[in-house]
């Protein structure tokens, strides 16, 4: 009999729960069927998605719980990132994030908004011993939201291992969320990575898109490809879940050329310090000139990612002959669905003609020591092991433009990644000293849009910390934040239960914002993303029934401050 309990008890756990390699038994995080719109490793900007983001049927408001016993060890609001979250420490040695919240349940909430008060701060991080909000499994802690770096209602929700703080992989541990569809292939990128190389008789990036034929991915049906030299690819390719669309990240790809396996990772762990290391493993160019997500297929000397699989060189093959190379690709998904992708490189041994340097070459940096170069009224400062290989460096300058005050200086170029910031010195040029610490760094974004860099005056140049190369000039920002209440000054409120208000800049971005009510400090949440304030009202702090004056200070980036006065009934 008890061994039928037993029987019984661990059935249910598997039907009910998820199962991890090590035998921990999760509860579900929501009620509601689990469909995922990103997942672990998945590519993202600048870091690896450290989690899986739980679709939650276009609304907020879903009820989230514990997935096990344990405790809350911190809460953390953001204005950005993942807006509200909670950390849950249980005992089987994982931790538990829930982030994008709504809002907390509400013993939790009047914790986190006396703390907010106390702090004067909307943005909190708070840690908490095991006796202030101690949790059984499935537990509610709180309401699914949008908040934070959110485009949409989702729950992000992550497990961590609680010694090292690492995300792991939250897919092996078998929550009910079905995959029978396997990874697909959309393009391959070769390139040429030394001097003699080529693809085609050219020295640029051959791409192809791929077709499905037989089963097997491929290039279309008469596409040669002819090459020599040390040879670059990388290939974009996305796996994909039951009952949703969304594009999410692989688990394993390998490479094997001429069926000896020369590149292999797998994404199970990786730690917070490495996920800028992103910018080495996938196509950076691709990414930056066609918005392409794309995997490399080799490792690049300063990539210290731990995914890598150890026993294999990853390293790109070298076509030193005049004959067919077989190259075979395979991506695979957690639930052991997979794809392959083949096709032939033909082989050229003959040399071409080394291609003269860029326009604008410098000089060759190395990426495993410090470098500096000066012209003019530029400086550039980059550290060691702020680049992921050796960089031919290029520098340029192209006349004032958008209002700025300087030529615009291009520094290297923006295709080229960078790990560690830099820092970029330009000489101010003459001013009124009251407009010194106005100046600033501005840039072009992808849509070739001009944006701040930030930099302060220092030492009559202004000086920045870049995590990017490309085009600066020196710009000014005397234009305070917009501010724009939502309603008419003396209105009756009494109606809504929150006070919007709309705050823009120009230029160098919100710095920091204060609000008081009737003189006393007032929690305003900030909404980046809508460029919102709210308040929500509360009768502990003011009073129902009556008129209220409001101060509200917004102040930009290079200290430019504007101020809201008014009133309104509630």
């Known amino acids: 009999m008890m061994r039928r309990t ?17 035998g921990s038994c999760f509860h579900p995080p929501v009620k509601i069927p689990i469909f995922i719109s990103g997942n672990f490793g998945e590519l993202r900007s600048d870091h690896f998605h450290s989690g899986i983001d739980i679709k939650t049927q276009g609304i907020t408001g879903h009820h989230v719980f514990s997935v096990e016993e344990g405790y809350v060890s911190r809460i953390k609001v953001q204005a950005n990132g993942y807006g509200k979250s909670i950390y849950i420490t249980h005992p089987n ?10 809002r907390y349940r509400e013993d939790i909430a009047v914790y986190v908004k006396k703390m907010q008060y106390k702090q004067r701060s909307h943005m909190v991080d708070l840690f908490l011993n095991r006796l202030t909000f101690p949790m059984e499994k499935g537990e509610f802690i709180a309401y699914s939201g949008n908040t934070g770096g959110s485009s949409g209602p989702h729950l992000h929700f992550e497990l961590r291992s609680t010694d090292n703080q690492h995300p792991v992989n939250v897919l092996q541990f078998n929550f009910d969320i079905r995959d029978q569809e396997p990874p697909r292939f959309h393009s391959v990128f070769i390139y040429p990575m030394d001097k003699k190389g080529q693809v085609n008789g050219k020295v640029e990036k051959f791409s192809s898109k791929l077709v499905k034929d037989k089963g097997i991915y491929t290039i279309p049906y008469g596409t040669e490809i002819r090459a020599s030299g040390i040879l670059g690819m990388s290939v974009e390719v996305f796996d994909y879940l039951d009952g949703v669309s969304n594009r999410c990240g692989i688990y394993t790809l390998e490479m094997y050329v001429d069926n000896k396996l020369s590149y292999s990772h797998t994404m199970d762990e990786f730690s917070f310090s490495e996920s800028r290391y992103i910018n080495a493993h996938t196509d950076y160019e691709a990414n930056i000139r066609l918005g392409v997500k794309a995997h490399r297929l080799h490792r690049l000397p300063n990539d210290k990612l731990r995914i890598y699989n150890k026993d294999t060189e990853n390293s790109p093959p070298v076509l030193n002959e005049a004959r067919s190379y077989h190259i075979r690709i395979v991506a695979s998904d957690v639930a052991g669905n997979s794809s392959v992708l083949e096709f032939e490189v033909n082989g050229n041994a003959a040399p071409i003609p080394v291609p003269d340097p860029a326009n604008g070459f410098i000089t060759i940096m190395s990426y495993d020591r410090a470098n500096d170069f000066k ?14 290989q050796d960089l031919d460096f290029s520098y340029l ?4 433009a958008n209002g700025s005050l300087t030529p615009f200086y291009h520094i290297a170029t923006a295709e080229v990644p960078v790990h560690k910031s830099y820092t970029l ?20 974004n992808n849509a070739h849009e001009v944006e701040s860099a930030g930099g302060e005056f220092k030492n009559g140049a202004v000086v920045a910390k870049l995590w990017n190369f490309g085009q600066f000039a020196i710009a000014l920002d005397t234009i305070a934040p917009e501010i724009i209440p939502l309603w008419k000054g003396g209105a009756d409120l009494s109606s ?25 400090w007032a929690l305003f949440e900030y909404d980046p993303k809508n460029d919102l304030l709210h ?34 009934n509630w």
């Open 425 to 444: 010195t330009i000489q101010s040029p003459p001013l009124d000293p009251l407009l010194h610490n106005k100046q600033l760094l501005i840039t072009y």
């Open 375 to 388: 012209e003019g009224p530029v400086q550039v400062e980059i550290p060691v092991n702020a680049l992921y």
């Open 6 to 22: 037993i029987s019984l008890i661990l059935l249910q756990c598997l039907m009910l729960y998820s199962i991890g390699q090590d």
């Open 93 to 102: 040695g994982y931790t538990s994030v829930y982030g994008h919240l709504d």
């Open 397 to 400: 300058s192209s006349p004032p």
């Open 496 to 520: 809504i239960k929150d006070l919007r208000i709309t705050i823009l800049d120009n230029l160098s971005g919100i710095g920091k914002y204060e609000g008081y009510i009737d003189n006393q």
């Open 535 to 568: 308040y929500w009202f509360d009768e502990k702090r003011i009073a129902k029934g009556s008129t209220h004056e409001l101060e509200l200070y917004v102040t930009d980036q290079k200290g430019n401050l504007n101020l809201l006065h008014t009133t309104f």
